[in-house]
């Protein structure tokens, strides 16, 4: 008996449609779940956290994916969660003006984006505390085999597990044992920027000028003499999103590389003391952080 409970391999009802192994519910997962569902091939997908955590700023969505969200009756719910945004106004980081940008998206929006999409995923579909360690392709197509000791197999392997992605590392593995793995991939995943991100609860319009729509406010402030650019937007719910950015220098050292994969809550006090008094339109960044949970 294998030491490894494992999931049967699929069989296809018409012997044609393939079964799809999504490895990771962010938003690329759940966005390509709702598209297989579309055309009625079947699917499972493979978290490795727990529960559903939709963390994360805000996003601008462009012409470029609106129409997709139209097609898959999605549109609509999102302008509900959204405001369109009109211009970007670029200052300082004394909040001198230098240029303000029309029409520089069709909508922006908060973190909502990710429950609209999970809304649409069956939750018998989704799997949690499934962090996969290795990947293999045999006879009966792919199979994962995640840190609990179970496996599961499908026909095509999907990895979305973000920009540290375990499948992805996985199939490195394979192809640089059999002399396919490219020179240009076989080195390490760099990264020129930190960004921290947050969303504040939702704010006094009296204190917070420009709350309350019709249309997002967007600030950008361009540091002096710093590394550092920071941002804030405002969205629905007298809410505002904030992020701040700072540049990596091209020596980072692979313990940095390290640390940021892992980056989250429980690593950004260093950042939130170094950003805090740096100026936004409605105050400092400080007072914005202040606003928003820890989490």
């Not at 091209?250 to 008094?277: H, L, Q, T």
């Amino acid at each position: 008996m294998s030491i490894y409970p494992s999931q049967p391999p699929p069989v296809s009802c018409d012997g044609k449609t393939p079964h799809v192994m999504i490895v990771g519910a962010g938003l690329a997962g759940l966005l390509l779940a709702i598209l297989l569902d579309r055309i009625n091939v079947p699917y499972e997908i493979y978290e490795r956290s727990d529960k559903v955590r939709p963390l994360g700023g805000i996003m601008s969505l462009n012409a470029n994916i609106l129409p997709a969200l139209e097609q898959l009756d999605i549109l609509e719910d999102l302008k509900k969660v959204s405001y369109p945004s009109r211009n970007l106004n670029i200052y300082t980081g004394s909040l001198e003006k230098i240029a303000s940008v029309g029409d520089v998206a069709e909508a922006y929006e908060a973190p909502r984006f990710y429950d609209l999409l999970f809304s649409r995923v069956p939750t018998e579909r989704i799997h949690f505390r499934k962090k996969v360690m290795s990947i293999a392709h045999n006879k009966e197509g792919a199979m994962i085999r995640c840190s609990d000791g179970t496996t599961y197999h499908g026909d095509i392997l999907v990895g979305a597990d973000g920009a540290n992605s375990g499948v992805r590392q996985s199939l490195y593995k394979l192809m640089q044992s059999n002399g396919q793995l490219p020179d240009s991939d076989a080195k390490g995943l760099s990264k020129c920027n930190v960004c921290l991100v947050g969303t504040t609860d939702p704010l006094d319009p009296e204190k917070y000028p420009g709350l309350g729509g019709p249309s997002a406010l967007l600030y950008q402030m361009i540091g002096e003499g710093t590394s550092y650019t920071w941002s804030s937007m405002t969205v629905p719910n007298n809410q505002i999103c904030w992020n701040a950015v700072m540049q990596l220098g091209s020596d980072e050292s692979e313990d940095e590389r390290f640390r940021n994969s892992e980056w989250g809550p429980e690593s950004n006090e260093a950042m939130i003391k170094e950003v805090r008094d740096f100026r936004v339109p409605t105050g400092t960044l400080g007072d914005l952080i202040d606003a928003t949970p820890k989490d």
